[in-house]
């Protein structure tokens, strides 16, 4: 296994030898490995890896959507073991942004309300909320588009009204899971620009994905491989979405 680190005085996430094991039946299913990493912020990071790599299990773990069995997890300098379900909760609405391979929209909600909606949990007003939302939809270019359904949109600008929802309260970290997964190349094209102007804007990114050329727009990448990290690479400023390059890792 290779241990990764990176300069702790902008440490964003740190991970110090964890685990995670699920009970399958009678016997124990070791999904990762005494894993350690640490991400800085402002970083651009893919983690790929074959099916059973670990990397969904991973991702569920940095976005405080699971615990780990084994290990500290601390996030901007903060131990997260301990912490109870409401408290977790709390983190992951004001601290973390999710943007699914599925959108996750609600499906007879507006962009607009679509977009408000962690905002209810942050104790914002009304005119607040509907403000930070439309500033977030002309950011993802669907000022336009903010009364539309989501049947209305296309694919790419669902997956548009997702990433203005997963910033609407200002996330510390965003964590794309197979983002461009149900999109065609130019609609996957134009998120993963948006991605690279929102590392560049200072927002830090952890994509999780299967495909090379999708992870090519990372300035790092993390591969796993059975629950262990195989290879960390810097990639530099990304070489961008790449239609003729490897389409997958794990193909």
Known sequence: ?????????NGLIRMDKIGKTYLMG??????????????????????????????????NIIGCLDRPTSGSYFFEGKPIEGKTDRQLARIRNEKIGFVFQTFNLLARTSAL????????????????????AKELLGLVGLADRTKHRPNELSGGERQRVAIARALVNRPSLVLADE?????????????????????????TIILVTHEERVARNARRIIRLLDGEI???????????????SNRGYDA
Do not use: C, Q
């Open 230 to 244: 195989v290879s960390d690479e810097r990639t530099g400023s990304g070489s961008g979405w790449d239609s003729d």
């Open 1 to 9: 296994m290779t241990e990764s680190s990176v300069a702790s005085h």
């Open 113 to 132: 309300r679509n977009v408000e909606l962690p905002t209810l949990y942050a104790g914002l007003s009304r005119r607040a909320r509907r403000s930070r």
């Open 26 to 59: 009678k016997r124990n299913l070791e999904v990762l490995r005494g894993l350690s990493l640490s991400i800085a912020k402002n970083e651009y990071l893919a983690i790929m890896g074959p099916s059973g790599s670990g990397k969904t299990t991973l991702m």
């Open 179 to 203: 983002p461009t997964g149900n999109l065609d190349s130019k609609a996957g094209d134009e998120i993963m620009s948006m991605f690279r102007e929102l590392n560049g804007d200072g927002n």
